[in-house]
């Protein structure tokens, strides 16, 4: 690098890194220099995949200096930079954004027409990177927008699948999993940086030695390792000149192969260890909630923690760094307990390769982490078996026994007597095996510990961590998610965001409690005539794409009810089949005459983990419903039902500004916060929901006449439980509940077999965990609450612009605010 006093300007060649002229002759410039100089072909031979390369590599042109600069700033500056640890990062496609970041959205367009080629169509060349299963993983893309928007110095790690989250195709109704190639045809948005590699040690064993001072001192013979390759992805901030970055690591062996074994001619054998060392960054597990306990997502996490915790100590911070001073240059954020082997990590750094003692590496450790946590379901709270964990990390291992000594020692100090809590809280489960409880590691190792929405915050601190928030409650925190209204409103909604532009301005972008200037034109009709055609126009939008992309034909005027999330018993889409079937059963057995139905059109997006049998039978159901009730004349334009195969983020920007009806159902309790129903509401669409996440604070803010509230409290679910939930009863008792579950039952839905339907059936009246059938009656009622409503046009299209009017609260710029005031301690660049 070329004089570094210097200041960062003039570090920038001029010429190739200032970027091309914000005209639409210097963008086609740019891109014909692309095309043919970077692709290596002429416009009349090029196909939509170099035009589509070519026009990402042109955008990306224009991001480049300020990318150089916000790097240079990050690294020279003396500023907390946020470090993000997570295993997923659900981007979403990225030409749009940077089109959006920069604002070149109509200088492109109209550059791309005079070269004969439609944007769109390229647009849609783009696979989005699926680097994650769904809500946590989407949230961490939202949280590095709004960190470059808010100009917060953060670099994002992670891990570069080579496949993300499975495509999800329907072969007679049941899933089938498709693996995801999204780098097939090339990615115009990494940057690798093979040279910088970093060498992540594994397996092997520990010994002792004593150094010169005569301190005994431990160090670590590991068994094998790997290569991280770090890839660099822009992060734009909008229209503000920062782009942070995002590092994901890439595996790769040491060797790349035995060339004894290769000349002796066994080939097969020669590669083994390098299929061995690459599997690891190869592919995304799809378990959204439970985790599989599995070796090789033990060598993910440590692989992505040791090459970002490397990167960060060796490559960002000055080469003199005092590392007593680390807490005041960064803080890592762990995205729930995936990263938290970064805490042994840093202790084995500190107290085994610097030679700290381990107190004063302990009292820096524990300011450098904050821990996030995204569940309420104990099975989903990560554990490590033992033997795995010593096999694998075996120093990481003895660091956690220490840890977790010392911290109960502490404990008993201050329950003197109290075993029993030491017990409880001790970082070592003894059954059903031994393990270490990763939350509770992140709980001890953290400065603070958030939950993701008000009420699982305190449900964190009173029934998950107990005897950690009683033991340190100054440590315990709630930041209620958010979501980029970037991508979700402006790019999503272009109709509405050009509405509310035209009314309030367009400061909301980056203000989003500006929305609260829209409240007044809920009364004015002509305003309701424009929101309500904006919604319309989307919907008209999204029928002709699923028209295109999945043959549905759906009715243009019908009330669009949606249910988008992953697929699991706790988020209960078998309730609203439930309410599908009822309202279907109505109709066919003459109880309800069909013009006295409320025109309504279902959609159901969700990917089932692939070894989670019960939900992949609930898409089986679903399905079945869908092909059943579309199928049926006597409920033809009133009744349909679509299940666009392949939720993903792409999608949910087609789907969500389309709705009328946001669904929000789990049982209270089960769900975190939710971030859907966020997006839902700001692009105007009433909510049906339970007291759950934030559902709690969406009803709040956009006040109980624009929000459906069904079901039971979580205080009532607990009673129900304690008293002892039986399914049957329900079912006895309430004469639809049966008639909707018999007509199930009978086959009706599965060509007359039976067996089709019976474990979903049998689950729901026997076992029914998360209480489908106690809150059946109770959600039918909102239902017709919302016929009700939707009945007169003129009050529901009022209440959908008070919801987006009132939504503004669910920026993740605010969630980002909320980070900085209570956990970061540190505030944007001035
Ligand atoms: O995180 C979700 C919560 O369910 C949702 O309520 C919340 O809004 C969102 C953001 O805070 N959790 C989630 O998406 N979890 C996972 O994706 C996930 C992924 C992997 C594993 C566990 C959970 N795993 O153990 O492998």
Same mark, same amino acid.
């Given at each position: 690098?070329?004089?570094?006093?210097?200041?960062?300007?003039?570090?920038?060649?001029?010429?190739?890194?200032?970027?091309?002229?914000?005209?639409?002759?210097?963008?086609?410039?740019?891109?014909?220099?692309?095309?043919?100089? *970077?692709?290596?072909?002429?416009?009349?031979?090029?196909?939509?995949?170099?035009?589509?390369?070519?026009?990402?590599?042109?955008?990306?042109?224009?991001?480049?200096?300020?990318?150089?600069?916000?790097?240079?700033?990050?690294?020279?500056?003396?500023?907390?930079?946020?470090?993000?640890?997570?295993?997923?990062?659900?981007?979403?496609?990225?030409?749009?954004?940077?089109?959006?970041?920069?604002?070149?959205?109509?200088?492109?367009?109209?550059?791309?027409?005079?070269?004969?080629?439609?944007?769109?169509?390229?647009?849609?060349?783009?696979?989005?990177?699926?680097?994650?299963?769904?809500?946590?993983?989407?949230?961490?893309?939202?949280?590095?927008?709004?960190?470059?928007?808010?100009?917060?110095?953060?670099?994002?790690?992670?891990?570069?699948?080579?496949?993300?989250?499975?495509?999800?195709?329907?072969?007679?109704?049941?899933?089938?999993?498709?693996?995801?190639?999204?780098?097939?045809?090339?990615?115009?948005?990494?940057?690798?940086?093979?040279?910088?590699?970093?060498?992540?040690?594994?397996?092997?064993?520990?010994?002792?030695?004593?150094?010169?001072?005569?301190?005994?001192?431990?160090?670590?013979?590991?068994?094998?390792?790997?290569?991280?390759?770090?890839?660099?992805?822009?992060?734009?901030?909008?229209?503000?000149?920062?782009?942070?970055?995002?590092?994901?690591?890439?595996?790769?062996?040491?060797?790349?192969?035995?060339?004894?074994?290769?000349?002796?001619?066994?080939?097969?054998?020669?590669?083994?260890?390098?299929?061995?060392?690459?599997?690891?960054?190869?592919?995304?597990?799809?378990?959204?909630?439970?985790?599989?306990?599995?070796?090789?997502?033990?060598?993910?996490?440590?692989?992505?923690?040791?090459?970002?915790?490397?990167?960060?100590?060796?490559?960002?911070?000055?080469?003199?760094?005092?590392?007593?001073?680390?807490?005041?240059?960064?803080?890592?954020?762990?995205?729930?307990?995936?990263?938290?082997?970064?805490?042994?990590?840093?202790?084995?750094?500190?107290?085994?390769?610097?030679?700290?003692?381990?107190?004063?590496?302990?009292?820096?450790?524990?300011?450098?982490?904050?821990?996030?946590?995204?569940?309420?379901?104990?099975?989903?709270?990560?554990?490590?078996?033992?033997?795995?964990?010593?096999?694998?990390?075996?120093?990481?291992?003895?660091?956690?026994?220490?840890?977790?000594?010392?911290?109960?020692?502490?404990?008993?100090?201050?329950?003197? *007597?109290?075993?029993?809590?030491?017990?409880?809280?001790?970082?070592?489960?003894?059954?059903?095996?031994?393990?270490?409880?990763?939350?509770?590691?992140?709980?001890?190792?953290?400065?603070?510990?958030?939950?993701?929405?008000?009420?699982?915050?305190?449900?964190?601190?009173?029934?998950?961590?107990?005897?950690?928030?009683?033991?340190?409650?100054?440590?315990?925190?709630?930041?209620?998610?958010?979501?980029?209204?970037?991508?979700?409103?402006?790019?999503?909604?272009?109709?509405?965001?050009?509405?509310?532009?035209?009314?309030?301005?367009?400061?909301?972008?980056?203000?989003?409690?500006?929305?609260?200037?829209?409240?007044?034109?809920?009364?004015?009709?002509?305003?309701?005539?424009?929101?309500?055609?904006?919604?319309?126009?989307?919907?008209?939008?999204?029928?002709?794409?699923?028209?295109?992309?999945?043959?549905?034909?759906?009715?243009?005027?019908?009330?669009?009810?949606?249910?988008?999330?992953?697929?699991?018993?706790?988020?209960?889409?078998?309730?609203?089949?439930?309410?599908?079937?009822?309202?279907?059963?109505?109709?066919?057995?003459?109880?309800?005459?069909?013009?006295?139905?409320?025109?309504?059109?279902?959609?159901?997006?969700?990917?089932?983990?692939?070894?989670?049998?019960?939900?992949?039978?609930?898409?089986?159901?679903?399905?079945?419903?869908?092909?059943?009730?579309?199928?049926?004349?006597?409920?033809?334009?009133?009744?349909?039902?679509?299940?666009?195969?392949?939720?993903?983020?792409?999608?949910?920007?087609?789907?969500?500004?389309?709705?009328?009806?946001?669904?929000?159902?789990?049982?209270?309790?089960?769900?975190?916060?939710?971030?859907?129903?966020?997006?839902?509401?700001?692009?105007?669409?009433?909510?049906? *929901?339970?007291?759950?996440?934030?559902?709690?604070?969406?009803?709040?803010?956009?006040?109980?006449?624009?929000?459906?509230?069904?079901?039971?409290?979580?205080?009532?679910?607990?009673?129900?439980?304690?008293?002892?939930?039986?399914?049957?009863?329900?079912?006895?008792?309430?004469?639809?509940?049966?008639?909707?579950?018999?007509?199930?039952?009978?086959?009706?839905?599965?060509?007359?077999?039976?067996?089709?339907?019976?474990?979903?059936?049998?689950?729901?009246?026997?076992?029914?965990?998360?209480?489908?059938?106690?809150?059946?009656?109770?959600?039918?009622?909102?239902?017709?609450?919302?016929?009700?409503?939707?009945?007169?046009?003129?009050?529901?299209?009022?209440?959908?612009?008070?919801?987006?009017?009132?939504?503004?609260?669910?920026?993740?710029?605010?969630?980002?605010?909320?980070?900085?005031?209570?956990?970061?301690?540190?505030?944007?660049?001035?």
């Amino acid at each position: 690098r070329v004089g570094p006093t210097l200041p960062v300007s003039s570090e920038l060649a001029a010429g190739p890194v200032e970027p091309p002229a914000s005209t639409v002759e210097g963008f086609i410039e740019a891109f014909l220099r692309e095309l043919n100089y *970077g692709q290596g072909v002429l416009l009349s031979r090029s196909t939509i995949n170099d035009q589509y390369l070519a026009l990402a590599r042109t955008v990306r042109e224009y991001l480049m200096a300020g990318w150089l600069e916000t790097g240079a700033l990050r690294r020279e500056g003396d500023r907390k930079i946020v470090g993000y640890l997570s295993a997923e990062y659900l981007l979403g496609r990225q030409l749009g954004n940077a089109l959006l970041a920069t604002n070149l959205q109509d200088i492109a367009e109209e550059a791309m027409r005079r070269c004969g080629i439609d944007i769109a169509a390229l647009r849609a060349q783009e696979i989005e990177p699926g680097l994650g299963n769904g809500g946590l993983g989407r949230l961490a893309a939202c949280f590095v927008d709004s960190l470059a928007t808010m100009d917060v110095p953060c670099i994002g790690y992670g891990i570069r699948y080579e496949y993300g989250i499975f495509r999800q195709t329907f072969e007679n109704g049941r899933q089938v999993e498709v693996p995801d190639s999204w780098l097939a045809l090339g990615s115009p948005w990494e940057f690798p940086h093979p040279e910088r590699q970093v060498r992540v040690d594994f397996g092997g064993h520990t010994e002792k030695w004593t150094d010169d001072q005569g301190r005994e001192r431990t160090r670590w013979v590991p068994g094998w390792n790997v290569l991280g390759i770090p890839y660099h992805h822009m992060v734009p901030g909008f229209r503000n000149g920062t782009v942070n970055t995002l590092r994901l690591w890439s595996a790769k062996a040491t060797q790349a192969f035995d060339l004894q074994i290769f000349n002796s001619g066994d080939y097969a054998t020669a590669v083994r260890a390098q299929t061995f060392a690459e599997n690891i960054s190869k592919v995304l597990y799809p378990e959204d909630s439970t985790p599989q306990g599995k070796e090789l997502r033990l060598q993910q996490q440590y692989f992505f923690v040791a090459c970002s915790l490397h990167d960060f100590i060796a490559n960002t911070l000055p080469k003199d760094f005092d590392l007593r001073q680390l807490p005041e240059r960064i803080i890592f954020q762990l995205n729930d307990t995936h990263p938290v082997i970064a805490i042994p990590e840093l202790m084995r750094i500190l107290v085994d390769i610097k030679g700290f003692d381990w107190d004063e590496a302990w009292d820096i450790t524990r300011r450098c982490f904050a821990y996030t946590c995204h569940t309420l379901l104990p099975e989903a709270l990560e554990v490590w078996s033992v033997e795995l964990l010593g096999r694998l990390l075996p120093r990481h291992l003895e660091i956690i026994y220490q840890i977790n000594e010392l911290f109960l020692e502490e404990v008993r100090q201050a329950f003197p *007597g109290d075993e029993m809590r030491a017990r409880r809280m001790s970082i070592i489960a003894e059954h059903p095996e031994r393990s270490v409880r990763m939350a509770y590691l992140a709980t001890i190792g953290s400065a603070k510990v958030n939950g993701v929405a008000e009420l699982q915050s305190q449900l964190l601190r009173d029934k998950v961590l107990p005897d950690f928030s009683e033991y340190e409650p100054a440590k315990f925190t709630n930041v209620t998610n958010g979501v980029t209204p970037r991508r979700f409103i402006y790019l999503a909604n272009r109709r509405l965001s050009n509405l509310i532009t035209d009314t309030i301005g367009s400061e909301w972008v980056t203000d989003l409690d500006r929305l609260r200037e829209l409240e007044p034109y809920a009364d004015d009709a002509g305003f309701r005539a424009e929101f309500a055609a904006v919604k319309q126009a989307n919907k008209e939008r999204l029928f002709r794409l699923l028209s295109v992309r999945d043959g549905l034909e759906l009715p243009q005027h019908a009330m669009l009810d949606v249910l988008v999330k992953r697929l699991h018993e706790y988020k209960r889409q078998t309730l609203k089949l439930l309410h599908i079937v009822s309202l279907y059963e109505d109709v066919i057995s003459g109880t309800v005459a069909i013009d006295q139905v409320v025109p309504r059109t279902f959609i159901f997006g969700a990917k089932a983990a692939p070894g989670y049998h019960l939900a992949k039978e609930i898409i089986f159901l679903i399905n079945s419903v869908a092909a059943t009730i579309n199928a049926d004349e006597r409920v033809k334009g009133v009744l349909s039902v679509a299940f666009p195969a392949n939720y993903n983020v792409t999608l949910a920007e087609k789907i969500i500004p389309a709705a009328d009806l946001s669904e929000q159902i789990s049982l209270a309790g089960k769900e975190a916060s939710g971030t859907g129903n966020m997006k839902f509401a700001l692009n105007g669409a009433l909510t049906i *929901g339970t007291d759950d996440g934030a559902n709690v604070e969406i009803r709040q803010l956009v006040g109980d006449d624009n929000f459906f509230l069904f079901g039971m409290t979580e205080p009532e679910v607990e009673a129900l439980h304690a008293r002892g939930y039986n399914p049957a009863e329900y079912y006895e008792s309430n004469d639809k509940l049966q008639r909707t579950i018999n007509l199930i039952a009978s086959g009706h839905f599965t060509d007359g077999d039976r067996a089709l339907s019976a474990q979903v059936v049998d689950n729901l009246v026997t076992q029914d965990p998360f209480m489908v059938l106690a809150d059946f009656q109770s959600y039918l009622d909102a239902q017709a609450r919302v016929d009700a409503a939707y009945r007169d046009p003129e009050r529901w299209t009022r209440s959908a612009i008070l919801n987006v009017a009132r939504s503004g609260f669910f920026s993740s710029d605010r969630s980002m605010r909320d980070y900085l005031d209570r956990i970061w301690l540190s505030s944007p660049v001035e």
